[in-house]
């Protein structure tokens, strides 16, 4: 499967909640990486934290580009909070090997952030 194919797959997947289907999107050395946190997760890891998190609703996919064995998505994310409906942006960062997701790499920010003063054109 091209690495394209594998992030809309993954997509599809996660999206739908079918966390038994996850796995086999994984390479046996996968390896999920967080910037944002500095985490890393190996595949069983990752597949339960994604399970488990509290409150997912969908995982959308706004824009894809891939390349030979790489590709990137940018993703909105939505999961119900003690707030509410909390929204999420991530940026997904895969390489393929064997027709699965070997590494991952993921960059994720709250859309109810508000820059600092100072920061905005204008």
């Not at 038994?20 to 390896?31: D, K, R, T, Y």
């Not at 996919?61 to 119900?80: I, M, S």
Request: proline share 3%; aromatic share 10%.
């Amino acid at each position: 499967m091209t690495a394209q194919r594998l992030l809309r797959a993954l997509t599809e997947v996660i999206d739908s909640h079918n966390w038994a289907a996850l796995p086999g999107l994984l390479h046996e050395e996968f390896s999920c990486h967080y910037v944002h946190t500095g985490e890393t997760f190996g595949a069983q890891a990752w597949v339960r934290l994604n399970a488990e998190y509290p409150g997912f609703q969908h995982f959308i996919l706004r824009d894809c580009v891939a390349d030979g064995d790489r590709a990137v998505g940018r993703f909105h994310v939505t999961a119900l909070g003690e707030k509410g409906l909390q929204h999420f942006e991530v940026a997904s960062f895969i390489t393929v090997r064997d027709e699965l997701i070997v590494n991952m790499i993921e960059v994720w920010t709250d859309v109810d952030e508000v820059a600092p003063a100072g920061t905005r054109p204008g």
